[in-house]
T-cell receptor, first 112, second 113 residues
Framework: GENVEQHPSTLSVQEGDSAVIKCTYSDSASNYFPWYKQELGKRPQLIID?????GEKKDQRIAVTLNKTAKHFSLHITETQPEDSAVYFCAALTGGGNKLTFGTGTQLKVEL | DAGITQSPRHKVTETGTPVTLRCHQT?????MYWYRQDPGHGLRLIHYSYGVKDTDKGEVSDGYSVSRSKTEDFLLTLESATSSQTSVYFCAINTGSPRETQYFGPGTRLLVL
């Protein structure tokens, strides 16, 4: 089955700096890659996603890039703000189905 | 919140007792999922459903069963709860627009003593 690895597990940045979280996947048939943000005690919320026919997608301060050849995708957050502090999860849709496999999460802390 | 509710939101139970968690959706989406979330493991799929009475196992299905007798309700049952099943349980739905996108319910925090 699909295996998704996520790095780093924790990330601390200064306010205004950029943050990058990286994920790799194993199943070359995976074709959909969402990112979720989870604040403490809350549900995971979808923040951005990308499909395998696209190399990059942006939404204001966040962007996701996908390298299908290398089977990795990354989340980029620019001009970080304290409210960006949360746990971020990447996921990959297993080929042929409707099941997501999640990475183990990255705790992002934005320091003032 | 995509019209998803979970009940109960918190539960404390004892080892060996049966527990049923309920996920309810208001918009008749076909796909529903149960995940558990534990530190260091992210979100792991327990079971999912692709229609009334149609269910399948996820990666951590041992000790869990599910039922879906109505489109709007997806039940997760721990037949005999164990301490290793202490976790936060999230239900999710696939809205089908886009096809793959999943949205999560508010979660149920379960403590098995």
């Amino acid at each position: 089955g699909e295996n998704v690895e996520q790095h780093p597990s924790t990330l601390s940045v200064q306010e205004g700096d950029s943050a990058v979280i990286k994920c790799t996947y194993s199943d070359s048939a995976s074709n959909y890659f969402p990112w979720y943000k989870q604040e403490l005690g809350k549900r995971p919320q979808l923040i951005i996603d990308i499909r395998s026919n696209v190399g990059e997608k942006k939404d204001q301060r966040i962007a996701v890039t996908l390298n299908k050849t290398a089977k990795h995708f990354s989340l980029h957050i620019t001009e970080t703000q304290p409210e960006d502090s949360a746990v971020y999860f990447c996921a990959a849709l297993t080929g042929g189905g409707n099941k997501l496999t999640f990475g183990t999460g990255t705790q992002l802390k934005v320091e003032l | 919140d995509a019209g998803i509710t979970q009940s109960p939101r918190h539960k404390v139970t004892e080892t060996g007792t049966p527990v049923t968690l309920r996920c309810h959706q208001t918009e008749n989406h076909r796909y529903m999922y149960w995940y558990r979330q534990d530190p260091g493991h992210g979100l792991r799929l327990i079971h999912y459903s692709y229609g009334v009475k149609d269910t399948d196992k996820g990666e951590v299905s041992d000790g869990y069963s599910v039922s879906r007798s109505k489109t709007e309700d997806f039940l997760l049952t721990l037949e005999s709860a164990t301490s290793s099943q202490t976790s936060v349980y999230f239900c999710a739905i696939n809205t089908g627009s886009p096809r793959e996108t999943q949205y999560f319910g508010p979660g149920t925090r379960l403590l098995v003593l």
